[in-house]
């Protein structure tokens, strides 16, 4: 294969690069909107305890039951917040009434027109500030909670109140732009960087801009793959990163590789076919090698649930791929157009390029073969050595805790933190399944009550039928609600009003409770109580 790649280039240089052109000028229409489709984050596996148990309440709910959105209400200037003012009390209630308006939101909880959905957590403990707390009613909160946190802070505003947001979607979304543009800006410097090392490498600018050129092909063929898979599955925005920062490294080891056999060849044969051909023969086995085996350490990442992961392996896999196949047609190719030109340009003649001397790495590759136990074993302490500081990292996943200064929902989140509950922003959430039995069986909540009622006759003599028994059979209601709890220790029956009968086993409220279960069961002593699904945050 090798040796036909090294024909075709040869004899047909030109046909080859306007092949690969016109692949990377479609590649170009196609999938330059390629951030567009791609979707943040993604660090979550849907199949975990924790992702299952959410998306249980929210599809009986409706919305995720944690909010995701937290708008911190407060006067202007930082004083006292007078929440009986109806002026406060209005302008709440249409701060309210807006975020119900924003997109993927599901629930909106006003504190002081709903202070009981709000637990009481609503209002700060000084009276300078109160929360509007926003519930998403969206699967992806990682990426549509960015799109509602937007949303919010374009539409949410108060001439009168100070109105700041803060909470897992607006963090989030600021923590995913601002790596986001980090990695733009490390890609802007590296280009400049990687310029000036290939200059002093090859000591020539045609042979410098070729590693630049198989870079740029490869970026856009991996924009091609992007695009196309966004359209089949949903794929993670950091592929576009990790394919950049890729595709420039292999571009430049297969580059000068390529270019460093054949100034030897060249030295060897002059040049001709006999050098193209070696070079091609020889030092492309090493790029296809090289290559594939990146893309099948990358593949690895294919496999795991986790958008992030399997999206950043899937851009691996296509960069190792496209680098090797692209340097393989294209240096072979230039490198037959040029011929004695390549050295054209050069910074220092007469002077050898860096990458034709090699005796100081020479002389290190045969010092590491003779002690090769002794060089891994210094090697090793030095990365151990450099590596100890990461003993200390505390990694934390996405929150609002990993907002850096200076963001806008910085100062909010550690306000809400120094004033609030930690439920108000990161409550956590238990989720809990019941089931309807067929049938009291041991360990249900009749059995339970029953054990206990045999147990109190046992040690008790037999109860006496007193008129406040009576009177307690006769108004007891149709329909009682049996406590949640499978064996409720102080559950009580209220009649008119007040406590009047406890499930306690003493000797009046055994047989009340006896009374009550014929009247109420009159049928059967099944037990009447039904699963529920019930929400609890702390």
């Known amino acids: 294969m090798l040796r036909k790649i090294a024909d075709i280039t040869w004899r047909r240089p030109r046909l080859v690069l306007a092949v690969v052109a016109l692949f990377a000028v479609g590649a170009g229409a196609f999938g330059y909107d390629v951030e567009h489709h791609l979707k943040a984050a993604g660090f979550t596996d849907s199949s975990s305890e924790s992702e299952r148990a ?56 006003n504190p002081l027109a709903e202070p009981r959905a709000a637990g009481g957590l609503g209002i700060a403990r000084d009276g300078r500030s109160l929360v509007v707390t926003a519930f998403l009613s969206t699967q992806d909160v990682e990426d549509v909670g960015g799109i509602a946190a937007t949303d919010a802070r374009r539409t949410v505003r108060s001439d009168t109140l100070d109105v700041s947001f803060a909470g897992f979607a607006p963090g989030f979304d600021e923590v995913n732009d601002q790596t986001r543009k980090d990695l733009t800006n490390a890609e802007l410097i590296a280009f400049p960087a990687l310029t000036v090392l290939l200059l002093l490498v090859f000591r020539g600018v045609v042979a410098a801009l070729i590693p630049l050129l198989i870079g740029v092909l490869s970026i856009v063929g991996t924009f091609l793959f992007l695009r196309i898979m966004s359209s089949l599955v949903d794929t993670s925005l950091f592929a576009l990163n990790i394919g950049t920062a890729l595709s420039l490294g292999l571009a430049v080891d297969y580059a000068l590789l390529l270019v460093s056999r054949y100034r030897e060849e060249v030295e060897r044969h002059g040049h001709g076919e006999v050098a193209h051909r070696a070079t091609v023969v020889h030092a492309g086995r090493g790029v296809i090698f090289s290559g594939f085996t990146v893309a099948a350490a990358m593949a690895a990442l294919l496999v795991m649930p986790q958008r992030f992961l399997y999206s950043v392996g899937a851009a691996g896999v296509a960069v190792g791929v496209l680098s090797a196949v692209i340097a393989i047609l294209v240096v072979p190719s230039l490198l037959a157009l040029l011929g004695a030109r390549l050295d054209a340009l050069t910074l220092r003649r007469g002077a050898p390029p860096v990458s034709a001397t090699s005796g100081g790495w020479y002389r290190l590759a045969r010092g590491v073969m003779r002690r090769p136990v002794l060089v891994a074993l210094v090697s090793g302490g030095l990365l151990l050595a450099a590596a100890a500081p990461m003993a200390g990292v505390d990694f934390t996943g996405p929150s609002a805790k990993a907002v850096p200064p200076g963001q806008p929902s910085y100062e909010p989140g550690e306000y809400l933190t120094a004033n609030y509950p930690r439920e108000v922003t990161e409550a956590i959430t238990v989720t809990v399944r019941g089931r309807r039995p067929t049938r009291t069986s041991p360990g249900s909540p009749g059995d339970c009550g029953r054990s206990r009622a045999s147990r109190a006759r046992r040690r008790s003599p037999a109860p006496r039928r007193t008129s406040h028994s009576r009177r307690c059979q006769r108004g007891m209601p149709r329909s009682m609600e049996v406590p949640r ?54």
Do not use: K
């Open 54 to 109: 959410t998306s249980t309440l929210r599809d009986a709910l409706g919305y995720d039951a944690t909010p995701g959105i937290v708008a911190l209400v407060r006067a202007p200037g930082g004083g006292a917040l007078d929440t009986t003012a109806p002026s406060v009390r209005a302008e709440v209630a249409r701060i309210a009434q807006r975020l119900r308006r924003v997109e993927h939101v599901g629930r909106v909880v």
């Open 485 to 538: 709890t499978p064996c409720a220790r102080s559950a009580t029956l209220r009649h008119r009003g007040r406590r009047t009968c406890s499930s306690r086993a003493t000797q009046r409220g055994s047989s009340t409770r006896r009374r009550a279960s014929s009247r109420t069961r009159p049928t059967s002593s099944r037990s009447s109580w039904s699963g529920r699904r019930c929400c609890c945050s702390s």
